[in-house]
Each structure stands twice: as structure tokens, then as C-alpha cells.
């Protein structure tokens, strides 16, 4: 059975630090690509990170330039988020989403992804 699992979510204060974990089960990340997507209360959800094995490698939403970096462990069969100078606005329930590599889709489209986690809490706040 293929499967994402999230963690590492919780309450933090502004300017604090997250680290989300995503691992997989079933299933090998290395010929997956990998996309982090968040849904704040009453929003669509928004796509934040994304890793890939292809050209296409790492990136980011304009909102978590400099403040976010995705990397990915292979022999843990996990992707990470860190999420650093956390803001209000980051707060949400964050999703990792899993398909197989491919020279083209859009990967900032969750429509193009197969497997989805369970989510995990993010919530930033004073």
C-alpha cells in the first residue's frame, strides 16, 4: 500500500522554526517528485515547495523564498520541509503529495500528484 506520512507540525510563535517530515511507505521517493501544499481556513489550497530528481530540482512560492528549504533524505525515504521566521500567514494544515517523475506537468497544480498525506497542523501565533 502506497502512503505519505506528515509530521512535525504544532503552535509556534512568530519568528520561530518548524521542520515538517514527509515518508513514504510502499513506495521509493527517488522517482517521485515531491510537492508541498498548505489550505489556510476558508483558502484554496497553495502550493509552497516542490523537489524533484529531474531539472527541474527545488522550488518555492514568492511568499516562502528565503524562509523555507525543501531537501530530501533517500535512505529515509523522506522529504523535509524546514520552515524558518515562521509568519502568521503560514499558518495552515500542510500536505505533501507524491507522483512519479515526468518531463511534463505543472508542479505547482495538486491536480497533477497521485498520493496525498494526511496533513499535518501548521499554526503560527502569539
Known amino acids: ?59 518555492y512560492a514568492d511568499s516562502v523564498k528565503g524562509r523555507f528549504t525543501i531537501s530530501a533524505n533517500n535512505a529515509k525515504n523522506t522529504v523535509y520541509l524546514q520552515m524558518d521566521n515562521l509568519k502568521p500567514e503560514d499558518t495552515g494544515v500542510y500536505y505533501c503529495l507524491a507522483r512519479e517523475e515526468s518531463s511534463e506537468y505543472d508542479r505547482e497544480d495538486s491536480n497533477e500528484y497521485d498520493y496525498w498525506g494526511q496533513g499535518t497542523q501548521v499554526t503560527v501565533s502569539s
Open 1 to 59: 500500500q502506497l502512503q505519505l506520512v506528515e509530521s512535525g507540525g504544532g503552535l509556534v510563535q512568530p519568528g520561530g522554526s518548524l521542520r515538517l517530515s514527509c515518508t513514504a511507505s510502499g513506495f521509493t521517493l527517488d522517482y517521485y517528485a515531491i510537492g508541498w501544499f498548505r489550505q489556510a481556513p476558508g483558502k484554496d489550497l497553495e502550493g509552497v515547495s516542490y523537489i524533484s530528481s529531474g531539472e527541474d530540482g527545488t522550488g
